[in-house]
């Protein structure tokens, strides 16, 4: 997991140069959003020319799914004060699967705060090495870059597709919204209005 | 402008972790906003990768990066890593934007 991250955080750095942030701005988006859906997202907009609030508003919608965690994580986590708001800070994905696949509440703690720990570490360093680096890569390295922005966020679909067809309906309701979206709409807004399509995750079940 | 972006998305963010955290488990008893909060990931994952993929600014485009998408799928069909995924992309597209 660890290469992984390194080469999805390096990704990230170049990203977020390459759509015009600066190398603080960059760092500062790892360092306090730290969740990497959500940093894709919102210099995704920005790279395409969206505006501000639908660049904003997608790394929100993205980052609701973190507020889900924290409640499942709440109980056996237990922490209050000064210690749930750093706690808070570490409630992502990947912390949330270690955590969750833990055989106890001990266990579970440890998980958390490890995961969290060596993530949040390697995250920010390669974020930077990326940031860095980017200016360094030549036009093919440009062009690969572009490709591995979309894979990326294929990969963390794809557990999702796997797994269940409501998921497959929905994300295919989303990418068809997109793209129809695309022409009509300012850059970035037709990634926020595909979120309509969680309306076809409920019509089923109804009936 | 991209200050203000960048500072108020993290707060947001930071402050939707927070609330998973500090609020009452009993909001994650009620159907509905389970369901939402799980299925909204699936909806705009999705549209990031067609959006990332297939277009640029206003138009559909069909370029080197709609190749390495494809190659990324076939390797997570494959069940390759990550690591394999984000690299089969970058080469692919990389390749054949050099043989278009």
């Known amino acids: ?207 | 402008m991209i200050w203000a972006v960048v500072l108020a998305g993290s707060v947001g963010c930071y402050l939707l972790k927070y609330l998973g955290l500090a609020a009452s488990p009993a909001l994650l008893e009620r159907p509905a906003v389970r369901r939402v909060v799980e299925l909204v990931p699936a909806a705009l994952l999705a549209a990031l990768v067609v959006v990332q993929a297939f277009t640029d600014r206003q138009a559909l485009v069909l370029d080197a990066r709609a190749a390495g998408v494809a190659a990324a799928a076939v390797a997570l069909l494959l069940r390759a890593p990550f690591l394999i995924v984000l690299l089969v992309a970058g080469g692919t597209a990389a390749l054949v934007d050099a043989l278009i």
């Open chain 1, 1 to 207: 997991m660890g290469l992984a991250v390194g080469l999805y955080g390096a990704a990230f750095g170049a990203a977020a140069t390459a759509a015009g942030l600066s190398v603080l701005q960059t760092c500062t988006l790892s360092l306090l959003m730290f969740t990497g859906a959500s940093q894709f997202a919102l210099v995704g907009v920005l790279g395409a020319g969206g505006a501000p609030v639908a660049a904003v508003a997608s790394a929100l919608l993205l980052g609701a799914r973190n507020t889900l965690y924290g409640l499942r994580l709440a109980a056996p986590l237990e922490v209050r004060g000064i210690r749930r708001a750093v706690a808070a800070h570490g409630v992502i994905d990947e912390t949330t699967a270690m955590a969750l696949a833990a055989p106890n509440p001990q266990a579970l703690r440890l998980a958390f705060t490890v995961t969290g720990v060596s993530l949040f570490t390697g995250w920010n360093l390669s974020t930077l090495a990326g940031a860095l680096g980017s200016s360094l890569l030549g036009a093919s390295a440009q062009v690969a870059l572009d490709a591995v922005v979309p894979a990326a966020f294929l990969g963390l679909l794809w557990p999702r597709l796997r797994h269940s067809g409501t998921d497959r309906l929905v994300a295919g309701g989303g990418a068809l919204i997109a793209l129809a979206l695309t022409p009509v709409v300012p850059p970035g807004l037709q990634i926020m209005l595909a979120a309509a399509a969680v309306g076809l995750g409920f019509g089923g079940r109804r009936r």
